[in-house]
């Protein structure tokens, strides 16, 4: 007996359509299912290729820091030798002050300023006089009291102060802004 023998002929019609449903059903889902495989595999590439790029560019970032890191170290350095050189000259600028005004103070130095020739010859106010005991040749001085030599001394440490840390502000700026 066969198939078509024990289905009315009605129904020989509808489990027809319904085996060919059934067939192009599993056909159709087979070429999903290797669709969805390719398609997979072309998502897992470009996931894999998504990922080396965003690696290179992490490496990339890491290196630039490492380089800009660097070049920071590179002048904070020359900078801290440079403040350095500029503290030991102000230091040394100090210590020499403070033995001037300590040589004036105790009157073993003096400080004596030239007299114009026209004032010494009568049309000043300012007296010429020199040391007892001791001949001077040259052009004419006079003695500053010390208390005007110590102001006088006071003046220049300041003045020497400003044009060291003039100088170490000058070479911190061309040293911050020089391109490197």
Known sequence: ?????????????LVSVLL??????GSAATVWQIQDWR??????EQARLHTETL???????????????DKRLAIEQRLAASEQTHY?????????????RDRL???DLRLSVLLDAATVAGKGSVSATTATGGVVYGP???????AHAQRIIGVTDDGDRGLIALAACQAYAKEVSAPK
Do not use: C, F, H, W
Not at 1 to 13: C, D, K, N, Q, V
Not at 20 to 25: N, P, Q
Not at 56 to 69: D, G, T
Not at 140 to 146: F, G, Q
């Open 140 to 146: 004419t001085r006079a003695e500053l009291d010390s």
């Open 20 to 25: 060919l449903a059934i067939l192009a059903g």
């Open 1 to 13: 007996m066969r198939l078509g023998e024990l289905i009315p002929a009605p129904y020989r019609l």
């Open 39 to 44: 398609y997979g595999k072309q998502l897992a």
């Open 88 to 100: 030991r000259a102000l230091s040394d600028v100090q210590r020499d002050q403070g033995r001037l």
């Open 55 to 69: 690696n290179q560019l992490a490496l990339a970032s890491a290196a630039q820091q490492r380089v800009e890191q």
């Open 105 to 107: 103070a105790t009157a």
